[in-house]
């Protein structure tokens, strides 16, 4: 019986940056970031993809951010997308180490109306992009994720066979706690990141507030989370610190070692009047870093003590 051995990933980092404007609307830059060692890989990609009879649609360039490492970039209009993606399509190939998508939902000054048909056409673009890859890991920076956004987001997590989920954002509406849970029976591995809500949207630093959800029960949310496929997390929460209290980090404290798993668990949380000793129990080690604002609450397996948030096995 014949072993097939799975493609490495060549492109380490897949970046999809929508950056349109009052005066370049639909504008989209797509950069490939690979190991130098790659390079004689990727040339042959390139000539497959014949981009020389596509350059009056798609401007390219290409450095060495590093000595170890080369990064090219496709900057082109959506309204170009059926020309220019078959081509980059053969540069991707079929498995992708990290992908990121930046601003593909955020309001511009300009015209929210007008924005939002941008971002519906730029995350078609992203979709047929990716058509058909594995992605080990997947960061997503907007400002809000809604409606378009967000069922683009639960697809490619289904599709793509995603390992980590990284979410930078203000706000995920509707329903900011079913989307993250929904999101987190998909996934091993997870960081949830707020963004500092705008001056016309100021909250209280003491408020319960995370991605829109206000007065959630969020430990009762990390056990559900953490029962199923996720068993690694990290929320960054430095600005509405009420989302976990005291009494929320001593039921997660409680909790989580006696789930029969091995968690990675590191979360901001509001400051205890006096701070905890270290222990362990159940082989999780329990820390709370009590010494800034926000506190940070870790429980970790004592197996998994050296991996840090988004490191990923590569299958």
Avoid at 243 to 254: I, M, Q, V
Wanted: glycine share 4%.
């Amino acid at each position: 019986m014949e072993v097939v051995v799975p493609e490495a990933p060549l492109i380490e980092l897949l970046g999809i940056f929508d950056e349109s404007n009052a005066w370049s609307p639909g504008s989209i830059c797509v950069s490939m970031e690979f190991a130098a060692t790659s390079s004689a890989t990727f040339d042959r990609r390139l000539k497959l993809a014949d981009l020389q009879s596509i350059r009056q649609h798609v401007q390219i360039n290409h450095w060495k951010p590093m000595s170890s490492a080369i990064k090219y970039s496709f900057q082109f209009n959506v309204a170009s997308a059926n020309i220019v993606i078959p081509a980059l399509s053969h540069c991707v190939g079929k498995r992708i180490k990290r992908v990121e998508m930046h601003k593909c939902s955020d309001r511009q000054a300009f015209s929210n109306t007008f924005n939002i048909k941008c971002c519906r056409s730029i995350l078609a673009v992203v979709t047929r992009l990716l058509d058909g890859t594995q992605i080990s890991i997947l960061r997503i920076s907007l400002r809000t994720i809604e409606d378009d956004a967000l069922n683009h987001l639960l697809n490619a997590v289904e599709a793509h066979k995603i390992d980590h989920l990284s979410l930078y954002a203000e706000c995920i509406t509707p329903n900011p706690l079913g989307v993250i849970l929904v999101l987190s029976t998909h996934v091993r591995s997870m960081t949830l990141h707020q963004i500092l809500l705008p001056v016309e949207r100021k909250m209280e630093r003491t408020s319960n507030f995370l991605f829109g959800q206000v007065g959630t029960d969020w430990a009762l949310a990390i056990v559900h989370m953490l029962r199923g496929k996720l068993d690694k997390l990290l929320i960054e929460n430095f600005w509405y610190l009420g989302y976990l209290s005291k009494d929320n980090a001593d039921s997660l404290r409680t909790l989580l070692p006696a789930l029969g798993k091995k968690i990675w668990l590191s979360v901001t949380c509001d400051k205890y009047p006096q701070s905890p000793p270290d222990y362990t129990t159940n082989d999780h080690s329990i820390q709370f870093y009590n010494y800034s604002t926000p506190a940070f609450l870790r429980i970790i397996h004592t197996s998994r003590e050296q991996e840090q948030s988004e490191t990923v096995q590569i299958q």
